[in-house]
């Protein structure tokens, strides 16, 4: 992996991950100090989805947030020709930037209809993106394969690599056997993520 490549965009929000809040999106804020400061010890990541992709079998895409910073993202893709390169790709932004992202990309298959379509997250107890990015990078390493590495392991390994949470909660099947539209309306659901969103 090339590090600098992914690192770059990001490098001043690492220096930033000792301390610090993970909010949610802008648009879900609400105001007032105890609100505020309860969203401060929380990790949040999100679930983007393109129903259409891969012949109607879904295609998965991530966002982890940044704790130690007010509004800062990592997001990707991994395996898809219409969100390319097929081999991966990760950068950091804004909330706002991510979504923005992932609401321009083009269904080169349907006409160039938005591609990404819902979202779905949910709030963790931790969140430590250094170890999100490092597994992303390990999935990366072993090449894209549609049955036992495609875009729905790799969004699995940046969310379990980001927060033990999400690593030891049992109801987050393998992503080996499910496709990503099967596990984003079900497996999420049971696992009690937040509601769907559209792009």
Not at 83 to 98: H, S
Not at 108 to 113: F, R, S
Not at 145 to 172: I, P, Q
């Amino acid at each position: 992996m090339n590090n600098l490549r992914i690192v770059a965009p990001v490098v001043g929000a690492l220096a930033l991950l000792g301390t610090g809040a993970v909010t949610a999106p802008a648009q879900a804020q609400a105001p007032g100090r105890t609100q505020a400061s309860a969203a401060a010890s929380l990790g949040r990541v999100c679930m983007f989805e393109a129903e259409r992709g891969a012949y109607g079998a879904g295609h998965a895409a991530f966002a982890v947030k940044v704790r130690g910073e007010k509004n800062h993202w990592l997001y990707g893709s991994f395996g898809s020709s219409n969100d390319g390169p097929v081999a991966g790709w990760i950068k950091g932004g804004t909330w706002e930037k991510a979504h923005q992202h992932f609401a321009g990309v083009p269904d080169k298959d349907h006409g160039g209809a938005k591609y990404y379509t819902r979202y779905r997250c949910v709030n963790t107890r931790d969140g430590d993106v250094k170890r999100a990015q490092s597994w992303y990078g390990a999935v990366q390493k072993r090449g894209y394969n549609v049955a036992s590495n495609n875009c729905l392991h790799m969004s699995l390994a940046v969310f379990k690599g980001y927060s033990e949470t999400l690593r030891k909660d049992t109801r987050l099947k393998s992503a080996t056997g499910n496709t990503p539209n099967d596990y984003y309306t079900k497996v999420l659901r049971t696992a009690r993520w937040e509601g769907s969103h559209q792009v």
